[in-house]
């Protein structure tokens, strides 16, 4: 009881000094809908099962807690990749630094300005993807997310987008508390990829739904920005059409602590959900990804890889699950999660889970946990490779499978050099 | 070249002796064999000359053409010009092979102060050698070592050789599991190495090898120590008689 009520002023606290966003009718309805949601659920605290790896406590106070500002020639990542660009700093939309808002085959505009208008679409999704996902396992932060979001992007592909979207966060203040919810739906036979960077805010609380329709591609790309102190809780939720692909990607350096929930349903039969995340964490960081992919179609094909490199203290979590329901036949699922702990200060807890309703599908899934190979370490220098560099080589081998994920040749290459980069500041 | 005294070692983890007073030295442009039992040290002996965690010289030294090799660290000890061809190669997924070895000839070039190696001259350099050792362009590309055949490991040992051109070249056991044409493509590798400025140290323990890469000197080792050195007819005597009579004649 005592539990009970502590949730409920935790909740009460952050609530207070949140206000609802006026808008459009659709937009207050679903924003309303959230917040019972909210109270009714609670915000996440310590004692719950779901964040028993982290502790949510600096996600769930009134006041994000500060963040430093970090080098602001944040490593471009996507510069070579032609692009359209939105900019938020800290969580509020820059026009002067973004571009115009179209694109052939795709209808983009912004959740604040969004609510007078009768965008039929989101409707549909906006709230939707997030409300459904908040079972079997609550999601609060979604759900306050979905309330009190004060912009996003709303964009319908129905083309094949001829470039992707990027989504650029810059943080520019110390005690930023940024709120943003994407809402994308990608029709029939369309095809969009989206890419996000940067830190964001001092503390960011980030949703984004996407509704694949059937036959069609999305295709996500994410950095999570190089800011020591930043904090941050996203979700993902994404429901797959038949035949349709989804695949999403996220590269973490630094951070203090992230949280990235990704909440995948099949529905369509014969399609393909992939979800991975390379993460490397030195000192203080906290990084915790949890998927929960759910297969409800016949013939479909998901995939989660997730590697970590942690250092100084740093510490990995992973909470998987792929849930085959009855009739889902034919599945091939397929999890991965693992560690690499470059010093015994570091930690990695995982859990992974598969449950399964039907009798003809093949699920793996593997967690591990292991030290750098002292034995190849050994090899690449006796041929002159510097242990710095030699260690490097291993890291990045390391995360291969899972950068391997990333489709696009040119965005895979831009990744590795920002690991790359990321790497070399880091020798000692 | 390589000068060792009086080298002893013992295992970091317990209190094992494995060299006891190991003397030799092989002087440039000369090949040196080293035979002897199994467990008797020859490998222990190329680990500690390359710098491998786990041992701990407990007396003696070990000098690569003046220089103390064992205040090097192992990459130190490859850029002053030594190599060992492992009688185990090791297997790294993940890491390409052709990366693995250009960040290698460049690191080394680097730390000697030489100017690096451009990607196309590399890749030509590379594909004539691997041509020469019957590696094909597929295996160049694959993670180093891994899926190769036994065979092809050891091929591959020696491409590497050929790229890194050290002056000091410690072949462990490098002709085990080759059939008798890769055993010619390997010996032919070694022999087109062989110059005034270079020394070799080929352990094995088979006559054949030394067939085709003719030794000036054979030492056989034994229990830690190097128990008798002679000219090419010792590896013969072993071959036909085994172990038992020299080691009883120095016992
Ligand atoms: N790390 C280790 N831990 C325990 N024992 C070791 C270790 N390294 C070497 N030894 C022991 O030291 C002795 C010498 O081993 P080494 O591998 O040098 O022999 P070798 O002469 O190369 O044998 P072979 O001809 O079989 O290759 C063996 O008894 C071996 O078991
Ligand atoms: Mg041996």
Known sequence: MAALARKADVTADRLAVLDLPQGGKWATEARQAALARVNAMGLPGRRDEYWKYTDPTNLTVPEAPPAALFDPRETPVFDDTERLQIVFVDGVFDAEASDDLEMAGLEISRLAEAGGHDIHWAKDVYGVLEASGQAPVERPLAAL???????????????????????????KSETSDAI??????????????????????????????????????????????????????????????????????????????????????????????????ASVGDG???HDD????????????????????????????????????????????????????????????????????????????????????????????????????????LVLAFLAEALDEIEDEGLREGILAHLEGWLARRRR | MLEIKNLHVKLEEEDKAILKGVDLTVEAGKVHAIMGPNGSGKSTLSYVLS??????????????????????????????????????????????NMTFLRTAVNAQRKARGEEEMSAADFLKVIRAKAKELNIDAEMLKRPVNVGFSGGEKKRNEILQMAMLEPKMCILDETD?????????????????????????LVITHYQRLLDHIKPDVVHIMADGRIVKTGGPDLALEVENNGYADILAEVA
């Open chain 1, 145 to 171: 997310n979905t309330a009190y979001a004060t912009d996003g992007v709303l964009i319908r592909v129905t083309g094949k987008a001829a470039k992707p979207v990027s989504l650029m966060y810059l943080h």
């Open chain 1, 180 to 277: 943003l919810h994407h809402t994308i739906r990608v029709e029939k036979g369309a095809d969009l990829t989206i890419l996000e960077n940067g830190p964001a805010a001092a503390r960011f609380n980030k949703c984004m739904e996407v509704d694949v329709a059937d036959g069609a591609a999305f295709h996500h790309i994410r950095v999570q920005g190089r800011d020591h102190e930043r904090r941050a809780a996203t979700h993902i939720f994404a429901r797959v059409g038949a035949a349709a692909t989804f695949k999403s990607f996220t590269l973490t350096v630094n951070g203090r602590l992230t949280r990235n929930e990704a909440v995948i349903e099949i529905v369509g039969d014969e399609a393909v959900a992939h979800i991975a995340g």
């Open chain 1, 284 to 286: 203080d960081f906290h």
């Open chain 1, 290 to 393: 949890t998927v929960f992919v759910t297969h409800d179609a016949v013939n479909c094909e998901s995939r989660q890889v997730f590697k970590k490199v942690l250092r100084n203290g740093a510490t990995g979590v992973f909470q998987g699950k792929i849930l085959v329901k009855e009739g889902a036949q034919k599945t091939d699922g397929y999890q991965i999660s693992q560690s690499l702990l470059l010093d015994e200060d570091s930690q990695f807890l995982a859990k992974p889970e598969l449950e399964i309703y039907a009798d003809d599908v093949i699920c793996s899934h593997g967690s591990t946990s292991g030290a750098i190979d002292e034995t190849a370490l050994f090899y690449l220098r006796s041929r002159g490779v510097p242990e710095a560099a030699a260690t490097d080589l």
């Open chain 2, 51 to 96: 710098g491998r965690d786990g041992y701990v010289v407990t007396e003696g030294a070990a000098h690569l053409e003046g220089e103390d090799l064992l205040e090097m660290e192992p990459e130190e000890r490859a850029a002053a010009g030594l190599f060992l061809a492992f009688q185990y190669p090791v297997e790294i997924p993940g890491v390409g």
């Open chain 2, 176 to 200: 085990s599991g080759l059939d008798v044409d890769a055993m010619r493509l390997v010996a032919d590798g070694v022999n087109a190495l062989r110059d005034a400025g270079r020394g070799f």
